[in-house]
């Protein structure tokens, strides 16, 4: 009898949509290979205190979303003390909210390739935009989860064959820079200091966006939060509040949310390499 080789699923879902991509990847991944499957968020803070360990016969799915065209800046540094190990079969999975994945995916591969690892499969997917309640409205759908399905067994027959790996992602793996935002007249928007803020007639004190931040920056002043600390503009506040009493109101973001939902309007294709 030889040992179940494991698929560990490790994700950064503030707002929910890469986390629902990254599980629906791996429960098939999993039947196909008839591995057991570990669920890893690194969402929280919590969760990145230690760095994850893999040997050579783990499968990792490393699944992120896209932020400003590449890997969330604030996680960057724990993505890629996480991904090391020579020879441990990988797979890289972006979301992104219908704009584009820009070098995302470009970078995600080319840690783990920097890291030893063996990039066997990519995938950019499409998932609701976390600013937006129209971009990317209702993705995954049903198509999108089918080319999910399908990469599924590629990737399974990949692993199983052992064949040589060269993935072809476009892009770059050390971007110089982040996607720049724009706002309505085509100027680029400051929103790099921009805070939500809390209604107090609209707070019922529930406490839920309290546990929610994943830069731990919302502090429980008597029930309500106030957001005193490094904002990421995740919207993992704003979007786990029951009753809308979190908002962003900062002018120059505002103008980048009507921009992007005017620009990207139509739907973008999920993407997949092998
Ligand atoms: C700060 C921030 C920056 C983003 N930048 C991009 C981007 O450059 N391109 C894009 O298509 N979507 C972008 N998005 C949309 C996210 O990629 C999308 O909402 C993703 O599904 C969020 O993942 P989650 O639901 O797991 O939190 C951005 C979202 C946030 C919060
Ligand atoms: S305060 Fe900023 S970083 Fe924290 S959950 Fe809200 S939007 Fe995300
Ligand atoms: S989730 Fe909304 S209602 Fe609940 S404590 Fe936070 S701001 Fe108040």
Known sequence: MHDMSKLKVYYFSPTGGTRRVARRLAERLGALMGAEVEYHPYTLPQERESI???????????????????????????????????????????????????????????????????????????????????LGAGRPNEEDFAALDRFAEQVAEKIRSGQPTLLNIPGEAHPEKYYTPLKTNNAPAGFLKAKPTCDSSRCTRCGRCLEV??????????????????????????????????????????????????????????EFYI
């Not at 994850?52 to 969330?72: H, Q, S």
């Not at 080319?110 to 976390?130: C, F, I, S």
């Not at 995740?234 to 505002?254: H, V």
């Open 213 to 270: 931040c994943p830069m731990g920056s919302i502090a429980n002043n008597d029930g309500m939060p106030t957001f005193d600390g490094i904002c990421i503009k995740c919207q993992a506040c704003r979007l786990s509040c029951p009753t809308e009493a979190i908002a962003f109101s900062d002018e120059e973001y505002l103008s980048h949310v009507a921009m992007i939902e005017r620009t990207f309007a139509a739907p973008k294709q999920p």
């Open 52 to 134: 994850p360990a893999f040997c050579a016969d783990d499968i990792v799915l490393w699944a992120t979303p896209v932020y400003a065209g590449r890997i969330p800046n604030k996680t960057l540094d724990y993505v890629r003390q996480a991904l090391t190990h020579s020879n441990t079969n990988a797979i890289a999975l972006v979301t992104f909210g219908n704009r584009a994945y820009d070098n995302a995916l470009a970078e995600l591969v080319g840690l783990m390739q920097e890291g030893g690892m063996r990039p066997v499969g990519a995938a950019a997917m499409v998932t609701r935009h976390a600013f937006s309640n129209t």
